[in-house]
């Protein structure tokens, strides 16, 4: 009898109580409370708690608890101003052993309950935290963004938040969460009152104070935001100084509270979060604001910001650190344009100047040596690009509105003077409805010229007969501008600023749409989320808004939303038609009906990056004899630089997917999609892109741990190849056995793409291709050429790390310019950015599409682990191996042999032992002693390698160039 009046009792106890807050949103209400009534999880209970709402939102929680023994609701007897006192009413009052919140907004899955109830139970967790969705609600695609996503990948239980700062720093909601309810008790965890973002503060103290917390990967939260809004929430009203003083408040309560844990580390995490994340909220809204709020907003970032240490700037961007030092300078004439580059990626918004080789956003503060560093923003290598490759800021200057039109005058930046004085200019305007697929409308620019050191220009357009929307779904109409300069031209947008773009509220443009002007009639200036002048076709007259106003109700009437449903499926299905799924399945019926085309070859090198390696000197091979093949080559990006006597198809096109299906021969240096089997009257010759040092294929450490899926479908699509080009013993041990290539499968031609490097050392004159790169790039042929070629880095999560030279470049120029030129040529997936302090003394040799004319321009070869030591041995000419990182690269990835027992040249591991090699190439003890050595090298890994592979591939699978 006693055990089942426990149980019963223990019945009567929900298993979470879910606080569901709601102030003045009686419409919404209804579905958030039934998101929890529907929940998976029938032991559930909801605590409707209202903040004083003076709609009918608490007559509609009444009603709802009145039709459901499982829903209670109770009211604020005055609104608190925030999300957090209706919150700790809710758990007052709440019965649940666990606690959930939500917004009356938002609603939960349906399995959120029993996923998170289900992980508190099996871990012990004071705290679980699931996946957060932003759903997009007035998105036409019904857009999601999950929220930090990369937090849960996984099911995982942390002791401490320290084991993941950046749960703390970034996941600062309390509504995705679960929490145990006596813990909350206990702990004394309430949201603060009377101050704004409250769940910064509650999550941190929460986090801190768990014995556990458990991180699921199920999504549990539907956060439904609204972007076209005319009210904004509260966390969104940054354009209030109290806004700012709140969050710093917040701030400052979480930093105490580290401090008073001994959690330093964890707030040097925060710290850096908020200058990437939490001042750039506010930064975008800078341009836009007056005076008096810049310089309340200055005075408050002044006093928190220098309590940072120099450790939280490191990581950031330079952008971020710029943004950051001149918010502490109150320089706003150089702010404005740096945050313009903030919320506009790429973008080009300051003149720059060049001072001792380097270049600096501004001349300003170049005195301090903080300001000199920051200021630096060479590494962005915008001294090097020409006009055709800039993003430019162009300013708003000048706005004036008549029924007419408008007359626009601004001016764009001109970064170094990159547009000369004599340059021959012209510039037009394209106002382009935002919504993909409709029409554009061009108007020229009545006077572009240059002034001080910007590009000013105005124009006058004529809108109202030179503009003619449809008047339905290209309502918003960006503006831009197509400068053109010698013949180049660049694409500006207008950055509007605080620039008066007067017009009222209904704006007096006058617009006539294709439907009349009963589907508008004016058109308003707005200004985008990116700081960009759009326009809005809007209703002013009376037949206009009524018109709209009937078309508002008919789309919501019930045909118009079977419409919509219908269009939004029909858009659905022709993005699926388009993925990747699709084109796969669609490429495997291709090469069951499709006919081969006999004569058909597809090239690619280096996944369609470039022309250039084996399979160039390949087709160059069949060029040269005459041999009517039709050469297709893929291409990724732009495909300049591919031959003009090939068809060219960009890298997974339809099109590209139909030339593999019929293609005689596939020829690459890398692997075609993993994915695309291959028929078996096509012959795919693998013309690889260099020997091994590190361990490759299945040798490799990574390759090893992946799940046997992923190594089933690795090991079919290296079953593709019909022919693998080897050139040596080493490869043949190496690379086949890595890719279990079998035996008869193994072309011993060497490799085509060195046909030119043994042709070179055995003729010993001058190279027609080396000397054309000499000219190209400027390199002086009276010093001796240094090539610097490393191989790329990955990072710990399987990306590329960025290229930075592990030696001072500019010391290297200062030390060597005048007796040495040194070529840099990075790793196809690194890029290299030079300063302009070494311009002639050191040339970056990156965009040149094929390594071949570098090496043999070379006279000395600086590398580390890459395989061009491979290649580069059949010149015999000198080289340095640089390995400054061998334990961290070599030792991890695993060689397959000592490179210092074997390389044919000095292993140096510092910068100061590398200059110290270079300085004594001529000495017959430096490099020139390894000669021997170099010799035996080029035997044993190049023994394959004749100067005649391209030949021979030619003669085996396209005849004999005599039988021609």
């Avoid at 430019?392 to 930046?413: D, F, I």
């Avoid at 042709?759 to 400027?778: K, M, Q, T």
């Avoid at 190049?942 to 699978?957: K, V, W």
Wanted: overall charge neutral.
């Amino acid at each position: 009898m006693s055990a089942q009046h426990d149980r019963s009792q223990h019945e009567d106890v929900p298993d979470i109580s879910v606080v569901v807050i709601v102030h003045n949103d009686e419409r919404r209400l209804p579905d958030a409370v039934r998101s929890v009534l529907e929940q998976t999880l029938r032991n559930v209970e909801v605590v409707v708690a209202d903040d004083c709402s003076t709609d009918g939102s608490f007559e509609v929680a009444r009603r709802l608890a009145a039709s459901s023994d499982r829903v209670r609701a109770v009211r604020l007897p005055e609104n608190s101003g925030g999300c957090g006192e209706p919150r700790n009413r809710g758990v007052a009052v709440a019965r649940g052993r666990y606690v959930m919140f939500l917004d009356s907004d938002d609603t939960l899955e349906p399995n959120a309950c029993r996923n998170m109830l289900e992980a508190a139970e099996t871990t012990g967790a004071d705290l679980v935290s699931g996946l957060c969705l932003r759903v997009h609600v007035d998105s036409r695609w019904g857009t999601t963004a999950p929220w930090y996503p990369w937090l849960y990948r996984r099911t995982r239980t942390l002791d401490s938040i320290a084991e993941l700062p950046d749960l703390l720093v970034y996941d600062t909601l309390s509504t995705n969460k679960c929490y145990r309810r006596e813990w909350l008790l206990a702990k004394g965890l309430t949201f603060p009152r009377g101050i704004h973002y409250e769940d910064l503060l509650f999550s941190a103290r929460a986090y801190l104070a768990a014995s556990r917390i458990t991180l699921i990967p199920n999504t549990v939260y539907h956060w439904n935001v609204v972007r076209k809004t005319e009210a904004k929430s509260i966390s969104n009203r940054r354009h209030e100084i109290n806004n700012f003083a709140d969050r710093l408040e917040i701030h400052r309560r979480i930093d105490r509270i580290l401090a008073a844990e001994g959690m330093g580390e964890l707030r040097l995490h925060k710290d850096r979060k908020f200058l990437k994340h939490d001042l750039v909220l506010y930064l975008r809204e800078l341009p836009f604001l007056d005076d008096d709020y810049r310089r309340r907003f200055a005075e408050m970032a002044d006093g928190y910001l220098r309590e940072f240490p120099e450790e939280a700037y490191e990581g950031l961007s330079p952008v971020h650190r710029l943004c950051a030092y001149l918010v502490l300078r109150e320089d706003w004439e150089h702010l404005m344009p740096a945050v313009d580059t903030l919320l506009n990626r790429n973008k080009v918004s300051s003149p720059l100047v060049e001072r001792d080789g380097r270049v600096y956003w501004c001349e300003e503060h170049l005195d301090d040596p903080l300001g000199r560093t920051v200021l630096d923003v060479t590494d962005l290598d915008l001294h090097h690009k020409p006009v055709s490759r800039l993003y430019l800021r162009n300013a708003l200057t000048g706005y004036r509105e008549s029924p007419e039109g408008v007359s626009l005058s601004g001016a764009v930046v001109n970064p170094l003077g990159v547009v000369a004085p004599d340059a021959r200019l012209d510039a037009e305007l394209e106002f382009r409805a935002r919504r993909r697929s409709l029409r554009s409308f061009r108007f020229p620019v009545r006077s572009v010229r240059h002034e001080g050191t910007a590009i000013a220009w105005e124009a006058d357009v004529p809108l109202a007969r030179g503009l003619r929307p449809v008047g339905v779904l290209d309502d918003v109409w960006d503006v831009r501008m197509h400068l053109t300069v010698d013949g180049e031209r660049t694409t500006t947008r207008l950055t509007a600023g605080r620039t008066d773009l007067g017009g009222g509220e209904d704006g007096t443009v006058r617009v006539r749409p294709l439907l009349s002007r009963l589907a508008a009639d004016r058109l308003r200036p707005q200004v985008s989320s990116h700081g960009h002048l759009a326009f809005h076709l809007v209703q002013h007259g009376t037949l206009p808004r009524r018109t709209a106003d009937l078309l508002r109700h008919h789309m919501q009437s019930p045909p118009a939303r079977l419409t919509k449903k219908a269009l939004r499926g029909a858009l659905a299905l022709r993005q699926e038609l388009r993925s990747g799924r699709r084109k796969i399945d669609a490429y495997h019926r291709m090469i069951r009906v499709l006919p081969i085309r006999r004569g058909t070859v597809v090239f690619e090198s280096h996944l369609g990056k470039q022309y250039g390696d084996s399979p160039r000197a390949i087709h160059e091979e069949l060029r040269r004899r005459g041999v009517p093949a039709r050469a297709v080559w893929s291409y990724q990006g732009s495909p300049r630089g591919f031959p003009a006597d090939a068809e060219l198809v960009r890298r997974w096109s339809w099109r590209y997917l139909r030339e593999l299906a019929q293609a005689e021969f596939w020829i690459d240096n890398q692997g075609f999609p993993l994915k695309l089997a291959k028929r078996p009257e096509t012959t795919y010759i693998q013309t690889w892109h260099g020997s091994a040092l590190k361990r490759m294929g299945f040798d490799a450490p990574e390759l090893r741990t992946v799940p046997e899926a992923e190594r089933r479908l690795y090991q079919r699509a290296v079953d593709r190849f019909d022919h693998f080009v080897v050139r040596g013993r080493h490869d043949e041990v190496t690379l086949a056995q890595a890719f279990r290539i079998p035996e008869e499968k193994l072309l011993r031609t060497g490799y085509p793409r060195n046909d030119a490097l043994v042709r070179a050392r055995e003729s010993g004159a001058p190279s027609r291709p080396a000397e054309e790169l000499a000219l190209r790039l400027g390199v002086r042929r009276d010093l001796p050429v240094v090539l610097y070629a490393p191989t790329f880095r990955a990072l710990d999560g399987g990306g590329v790390r960025s290229f930075t030279f592990p030696f001072d470049v500019e010391e290297f120029a200062r030390r060597f310019g005048d007796r040495l030129t040194l070529l840099v040529r990075t790793h196809y997936l690194n890029s290299v950015t030079l300063p302009p302090s070494v311009h002639g003394r050191v040339i970056d040799a990156g965009q040149e599409p094929d390594i071949t004319p570098v090496l043999l321009l070379a006279d000395v070869l600086v590398t580390d682990y890459s395989s061009v030591m491979f290649d580069y041995s059949l010149l015999q000419r000198p080289m340095v191996f640089f390995t400054y990182d061998q334990e961290e690269y070599a030792d991890g990835r695993g060689t397959y042999f000592d490179l210092a027992e074997e390389a044919p040249g000095p292993v140096v591991r510092t910068a100061e032992e590398l200059f110290g090699v270079l300085s004594r190439l001529d000495d017959p003890a430096g490099p020139a002693a390894y000669k021997a050595r170099l010799k035996e090298f080029m035997t044993r890994y190049g023994e394959y390698d004749q100067g005649d592979a391209a030949a021979r591939i030619a003669d085996r699978f396209f005849g004999p160039e005599e039988d021609r």
